[in-house]
């Protein structure tokens, strides 16, 4: 209704006799075209009212002649609205002019601010819209980036892209770092970032964690005492091998003192001015004053074994190596001492002091009972050693006893496997719900994983012993071990983290898993791209249990670590690479002598049964079982997998890979790819090459102490050693 009625009004109105005139008062706009009385909105005054009927008219003006009949009944659509006043028509006093209402004028420290109009927008709309899509063309990366990291494809122009970026140093080198193809670096900061290179800006530098202080536990051995029994000398060795090896692998350096190192104490040539002192009283003389000679710490039997889980409250006080008072434990009697260095001098002042030297047998009896209370901080109980003293043999292991009286070199040699039984038999009492040897990706990898399920195996074994039904000093009941009855060996696909499992991994390289996964005599760059499926496979699988489905394959590569370089992940687990046979020194690992593969042992009291039916190499649940076909295949693909990877020998010798340069470009595409699979590969490559290395620096430098005693290498045993005792 209103659009027509301006619509009519407009029409009796000739376009050319409509002007803009000026209105001096209300009367004249009453005089010139009516009453005002009809119009709408609030009106306070005479000269709001002239406003507002004006601006209601649209400041349109007519000759009287020529208004139309029903021009004061205007649609109210031209009625002004209250909402659209401006302030200024509120003042009681308004300057005097047209009446038009003019835009807000804003300035800026001054200064007027042009409008911008609609014409102005749109052309920046249309330049921001321009600038967008520009950048996303030429400006993000393309879905190939990631396999160009071969180094033949790299680029110098990419650092020039980052201008503004300051090129940084790596981190320094350390002491022994490099092993073989291995390199690493030391750092708290290990689980920081998930990719290595990220810090030590260098792909085959991988960051570990820190490496604890192992503390030092001593034991005194007179080597010149059986120097003459070839075959006692070998026995005592192996005993004492069997110590070094129990206590190393729960986190100590064992060290084996001699009388060169009681020698060298101040004390020694007044302990050797005493006359009429019982032998053995002087052999537990020359023990202190070893010890007093290293500075303290821990000083323990030969005949003392860890038997408990890693992080056993005791041993974990004994890593600690913090001991504010010279301590013993009652039930281990002098078996085990701690203490700081001015407490053991203050022991042996006393000792020496003593007038009981004549009579006395052992360094305890040498002090009185008041006396021992003052210096001796006495402890309980000790359940996490196994003390194999004389008396104890005697009522817990008559046969050994026995053994060791008619023929020392026999006696003790069954000492030695009587010890190994019950470490292996403790460790197995630690993981009840038997050993996963995890198995990603499972449809071929069936050879791949045999090695570790080969040591499984050999872990579920029951270890000869001259005693089977027997159970270590420091556990009253135990279950022995039973060939009927092994730990259950299954082989999941992902990696449970759990405290009751014992888990043996296989990591293969990028390139070994995508050979056996996808089964082809030739792979080339195009099927990594297009056809070789997700990337990180083998590292999403292993992960499934401890990451949901989305994660990303960072979070999922710290669990990984975490898992394998942790204090309580390397307790739990053993990590091997695919391409490398077994470590050579397993036994330090476990603290024990791993069972050999041969089933032609010959014990004495070794129960002769059958062995149960071995569980299946690939369990039907965890995927399809391969063909024999397949089977075949995947043994010769891995073979190849191998001489192209060269992943080493693990002796520290560079790798020798066969591969062809056309292989070697498959084999960089395949890694950068696969970026998380090959950091977990060069990840445990470098945790089993940096253990090598400390524990071969170590041995290598003990064997020069003690005749070499307790040593795998045999020639320091004899020869010239007798010369040197």
Not at 3 to 30: C, D, G, H, M, W
Not at 308 to 318: E, G, R
Not at 367 to 393: C, G, M, W
Request: hydrophobic share 35%.
């Amino acid at each position: 209704m209103c659009e027509e009625r301006q619509k009519a009004f407009f029409a009796t109105t000739n376009a050319a006799e409509i002007a803009l005139v000026p209105i001096k008062s209300l009367e004249e706009a009453e005089h010139e075209y009516g009453s005002t009385t009809n119009l709408q909105g609030p009106v306070v005054n005479q000269q709001d009212k002239l406003r507002t009927y004006t601006n209601s008219l649209l400041i349109w003006t007519h000759t009287p002649s020529k208004v139309p009949s029903d021009y004061h009944a205007r649609p109210p659509c031209l009625a002004p609205s209250p909402a659209r006043q401006s302030p200024q028509s509120q003042s009681s006093e308004s300057p005097p002019g047209y009446g038009v209402t003019m835009p807000k004028q804003y300035v800026l420290f001054g200064r007027p601010v042009p409008r911008l109009g609609s014409r102005h927008v749109s052309l920046l709309l249309v330049a921001i819209s321009i600038f967008a899509v520009v950048s996303l063309l030429f400006t993000l990366p393309g879905a190939d980036v990631a396999g160009r990291s071969s180094k033949s494809l790299k680029s110098h122009w990419a650092s020039s892209i980052y201008h503004f970026k300051q090129p940084s140093h790596a981190p320094e080198r350390q002491s022994n770092d490099t092993y073989g193809d291995s390199s690493w670096y030391s750092n708290f900061r290990w689980l920081s970032m998930p990719f290595s290179s990220s810090v030590t800006l260098d792909h085959n530098r991988q960051v570990l964690p820190v490496m604890h202080k192992r503390p030092a536990i001593y034991c005194y051995y007179d080597n010149t005492l059986v120097k003459d029994d070839k075959k006692l000398r070998e026995a005592e060795s192996d005993l004492l091998l069997a110590w070094r090896r129990a206590w190393w692998a729960q986190g100590f350096k064992p060290v084996i003192l001699s009388a060169a190192e009681a020698a060298n104490n101040p004390r020694y040539g007044e302990l050797t001015k005493r006359e009429g002192m019982d032998p053995a009283l002087l052999a537990d003389f020359m023990r202190w004053l070893a010890w007093e000679n290293m500075g303290g710490g821990l000083l323990a039997s030969h005949l003392v074994f860890p038997m408990a889980p890693y992080n056993d409250p005791l041993l974990a006080f004994l890593r600690r190596g913090e001991f504010p008072a010279l301590t013993m434990w009652k039930d281990l009697g002098d078996g085990l001492f701690v203490g700081p260095t001015a407490e053991v001098t203050a022991a042996i002042k006393l000792a020496m002091a003593s007038p009981h030297l004549k009579i006395a047998k052992d360094f305890l009896t040498t002090l009185s009972s008041d006396t021992n209370e003052k210096i001796f901080t006495v402890d309980e109980h000790a359940n996490s050693l196994a003390y194999y003293q004389p008396s104890t043999r005697e009522t817990k292991y008559t046969k050994v006893a026995e053994a060791m009286t008619t023929s020392p070199a026999s006696g003790v040699q069954g000492l030695t496997q009587l010890v190994e039984s019950h470490l292996h038999l403790t460790w197995q009492s630690f993981f009840p719900d038997g050993i996963d040897v995890v198995k990603p990706l499972p449809h071929h990898t069936t050879h791949l994983i045999s090695p570790a399920y080969q040591l499984a195996l050999r872990l579920t074994r029951c270890p000869a012993t001259p005693m089977p039904k027997s159970c270590p000093p420091n556990i009253a009941t135990c279950t022995p071990c039973d060939e009927t009855r092994r730990l259950r060996i299954s082989t999941p696909a992902p990696y449970r983290n759990t405290s009751t499992v014992y888990t043996i991994g296989t990591v293969p390289h990028p390139y070994t898993a995508a050979s056996l996964a996808n089964p082809r005599t030739h792979i080339d760059v195009r099927w990594v791209r297009r056809d070789s499926g997700g990337r990180d496979p083998w590292v999403v699988d292993l992960t499934q249990d401890l990451c949901a489905r989305g994660v990303s394959a960072g979070p999922r590569l710290l669990r990984f670590k975490e898992a394998v370089a942790s204090d309580l992940g390397a307790a739990h687990s053993l990590w091997l690479l695919a391409e490398r046979g077994l470590p050579d020194d397993l036994d330090w690992h476990f603290g024990f002598a791993v069972p050999d593969d041969d089933e032609s042992d010959e014990a004495a009291d070794k129960p002769k049964t059958t062995p149960p039916k071995l569980p299946p190499m690939h369990d039907p649940k965890d995927g399809p079982q391969p063909t024999a076909e397949e089977l075949s295949l995947e043994q010769a693909l891995l073979a190849r997998a191998q001489a192209i990877v060269g992943a080493g020998d693990g002796e520290g010798k560079q790798s020798k890979s066969r591969a062809s340069k056309e292989d070697a470009v498959v084999r960089d595409a395949v890694e950068a790819w696969n970026l998380a699979d090959v950091e977990a590969w060069r990840f445990t490559r470098a945790v089993l090459a940096r253990r090598t290395v400390e524990r071969k620096t170590w041995d290598e430098a003990e064997s020069k102490f003690a005749g070499g005693m307790g040593s795998e290498r045999k020639g320091r045993r004899n020869g010239w050693n007798r010369w040197l005792d």
